[in-house]
């Protein structure tokens, strides 16, 4: 499976984006997907991340309430709706993922996916 993101930009403090992770492979459905994020000078750190079934759903502190992680097994992609940005949220958004044996996985840890899209930039402007 190769991934894909998208949807990147430059957004003020308050607006909106939603960013897209498009997938290969039909099998898309049984992958658990992620979204990561590095901001210059930082580590990659954990977003979102919910299950193959896309019934179950986990977020970093720093962004719950205001991002929203779904998919659409059909369209074999992910998304992460941001809202209410912050200037703290500019960072390079990865997508990753990983095969999820039960439908209602997920991981908050980077170790466990191993499949990474190239990243795409987001920019919040105060």
């Known amino acids: 499976v190769q991934l894909q993101a998208s949807g990147g930009g430059l957004v003020q403090a308050g607006g909106s984006l939603r960013i897209s992770c498009a997938a290969s492979r039909r099998s898309f459905n049984t992958y658990v997907m992620g979204w990561f994020r590095q901001a210059p000078g930082k580590e990659r750190e954990f977003v979102a991340t919910?299950?193959?079934?896309?019934?179950?759903?986990y977020y970093a502190d720093s962004v719950k309430g205001r991002f929203t992680i779904s998919r659409d097994n059909a369209k074999s992609t992910a998304y992460l709706q941001m809202n209410s940005l912050k200037p703290e949220d500019t960072a390079v958004y990865y997508c990753?993922?990983?095969?999820?044996?039960?439908?209602?996985?997920?991981?908050?840890?980077?170790?466990?996916?191993?499949?990474w899209g190239q990243g795409t930039q987001v920019t919040v402007s105060s």
């Open positions: 990753a993922a990983f095969y999820g044996r039960l439908p209602q996985i997920t991981s908050q840890d980077m170790n466990h996916y191993n499949l």
């Open positions: 919910v299950s193959r079934n896309g019934l179950v759903a």
